[in-house]
């Protein structure tokens, strides 16, 4: 244990031979701060040792005065840019710019109606009620009309409920497939009727227009303007059902429209769906309403055709 009086020599470091504290000017002996013994100061260090030797022009590095640093000294080496693997997104996560956006309509996003695929010359569609149908040469294969087109639009005009024989309803609908002129109105086939669509006002302004125009002489037929093929098909539970294919010279091509009857306690109800990727009817035109609603009153008219057959 070494005296408080060995701890703060005043010899020089090189009288001392290298104290810890050697050669500071500490207070004398018996006048600092800390009376009493003092731990041994520790043995010296490699670094201490180290120190002490002379460099090559004699004098020892812990005697050279410490130099100011220059910028040169305060440079930094630019960060390395982070490896490319680490910064390009391999899989299609729901945030990563590589997920593919959602391919709902483009407007309204749709997600429910009438969904129709053509392969091999035959046309399967589904309602959103869950009735099937087939038909043959509706359309040309590959056509998709389902939620996700571009434009696809879904209509559902129910014309009831009437008090009426929802069988002789059944057959005024398959009698007058559509709610053109009734003199080009024909019923609905199993091959398909070609039929005008157009409503028998509008078809009869724009004929007038298309006369006095001298845009085709009178003795001409009269042009479809909106021709549909209209055909008898039945659903995977046996029900009727009429159904309306556009042709290319229709304005709303490609679409189509499934009618068929059901019955409620309070009568029978012309049920009329209708799809299609036509740009008139696109989610927020404003035309799809009124195209939508010329099947409102149709029951009226066709039960005005029949026989009495009410309840």
């Not at 359309?139 to 002789?168: C, N």
């Not at 009269?222 to 539970?237: A, C, G, H, I, R």
């Not at 229709?250 to 189509?256: E, R």
Request: with cysteine; glycine share 10%.
């Amino acid at each position: 244990m070494a005296s408080y009086d060995s701890l703060f020599d005043p010899r020089s470091p090189d009288e001392q031979g290298g104290g810890l504290l050697g050669g500071y000017p500490w207070p004398a002996p018996g006048s600092g701060p800390w009376p009493g013994p003092w731990l041994d100061p520790p043995a010296p260090t490699a670094l201490q040792d180290a120190a002490a030797i002379p460099a090559p022009g004699g004098t020892a590095l812990r005697d050279v005065a410490p130099q100011p640093l220059s910028e040169a000294d305060l440079y930094l080496a630019p960060v390395p840019q982070a490896p490319t693997w680490d910064q390009t997104v391999t899989t299609a996560t729901p945030w990563s710019p590589l997920a593919k956006p959602p391919s709902a309509t483009s407007w309204g996003e749709l997600t429910n109606g009438i969904d129709c695929r053509t392969s091999d010359g035959n046309t399967h569609c589904i309602t959103p009620g869950g009735h099937q149908f087939d038909i043959a040469g509706a359309f040309a294969d590959g056509l998709t009309i389902a939620p996700g087109q571009p434009r696809y639009h879904y209509y559902s005009t129910p014309d009831g409920p009437v008090r009426f024989d929802p069988s002789a309803l059944t057959q005024g609908v398959i009698d007058n497939p559509t709610v053109g002129p009734p003199r080009l109105v024909h019923p609905a086939t199993p091959q398909g009727t070609l039929n005008e669509a157009t409503p028998p006002s509008l078809y009869d302004a724009v004929q007038a227009f298309l006369r006095r125009e001298s845009v085709y002489p009178p003795s001409m037929a009269e042009l479809p303007f909106n021709p549909v093929k209209s055909y008898l098909t039945k659903d995977q539970n046996g029900l009727p059902m009429v159904v309306n294919i556009t042709q290319p010279e229709h304005g709303l091509d490609p679409g189509v429209v499934v009618r068929y009857v059901t019955e409620s306690p309070s009568g029978a109800t012309i049920q009329n769906e209708g799809s299609g990727l036509g740009w008139l009817q696109q989610p927020g035109s404003r035309f799809a309403g009124p195209i939508s609603e010329v099947w409102q009153g149709h029951a009226q008219e066709i039960m005005g055709k029949m026989r009495p057959g009410s309840r």
